[in-house]
């Protein structure tokens, strides 16, 4: 069974970075996407980037310019690197994939992110 498990949350200043992981228990290319999602709590969870098998990543407003998704297949790993954080990136931030046979979401655990000075 597939699982993720994401790690690098923690404390940044605003204006500071952090970088999360999301590692794969087995090969990415099992998945069709993957995506970085964050949420606050009362809140519904929200879409941060969006990153398909093939072609461009896509970034949501709030974050484009300022935060980064990345793969390292021969890890299994992928990476938000979140630049210029804000007060408000504070939030749980998760990692999901669809997989590639039946199309059913995976769900990573999350990792909160504080963005305080």
């Known amino acids: 069974q597939a699982q993720l498990v994401e790690s690098g949350g923690g404390l940044a200043q605003p204006g500071g970075s952090l970088r999360l992981s999301c590692a794969a228990s087995g090969s990415m290319s099992m998945f069709k996407s993957m995506a970085w999602y964050r949420q606050v709590p009362g809140k519904q969870r929200e879409l941060v980037a969006t990153v398909p098998k093939t072609g461009y990543t896509i970034y949501e407003d709030p974050v484009k310019g300022r935060f980064t998704a990345s793969g390292d297949t021969a890890k299994n790993t992928m990476y938000l690197q979140m630049n210029s954080l804000k007060p408000e990136d504070t939030a749980v931030y998760y990692c999901?994939?669809?997989?590639?046979?039946?199309?059913?979401?995976?769900w990573g655990q999350g990792t909160q992110v504080l963005v305080s000075s």
């Open positions: 999901k994939a669809v997989l590639e046979s039946d199309g059913a979401p995976v």
